[in-house]
């Protein structure tokens, strides 16, 4: 290799890195602060965190699972207190055996160890393996037992058509068999759409 060729690549790359360098913005961080979008005094009052993931399994085996996008705690929780969470954007999985399970996700949800129960408010939407979609002001889910209670008005729709009550509950079936009962209350109207 000739003596120009190793002196012309190595200068070459140093132009390179230079034009990099010389080129890119400079980072102002006072503008880097302005732009994120973070309450830091609200931060440090109710410390939160992202991404979590809750899994549990009732006494009577209904295995539920819960994501939600952060998780919070109220202010000034104090020591010994029973634990109470505030979730956005949950969803989750009640599994009632085997290829038995419903779907389930809100805006904000709320996870309560005095009471035992998960409420989940806000747009809140129910789907089933069966080809049920349902939409409902609250959903509680029961840590302790297995229920499911829909309450504020129950709108969607499913293989018969579209559906609306008051309310709805799904509980495991009572024969021992693997599956649930998915059960509407009150005020039920069915509209029937007949298959092609």
Known sequence: MSLTVRLVLPFGALVLLSMIFLASRSVDPSQAVALAELDIEELTREPRIGTARF?????????????????RSPANPQPGDPVRLMLEDPDGVAEFGIDSQVLF???HGQLDQMTN????????????????????????AFMDRSRLEGTGGIHGHGPP?????????????????NGYLLDFIGDVRLLYIPTE
């Open 117 to 140: 129960l998960l409420t989940m408010t806000g747009a809140v939407q129910l789907q089933d393996e069966n080809g049920y979609v349902v939409n409902m002001e609250m959903l509680e």
């Open 105 to 107: 996700r809100s805006d």
């Open 55 to 71: 899994a549990t399994v009732t006494t009577d085996d209904m295995a539920v699972v819960i994501d939600a996008k952060t998780v």
């Open 161 to 177: 058509g579209e559906i609306t009550s008051q309310s709805l509950t799904i509980t495991p079936l009572q024969s021992g068999e």
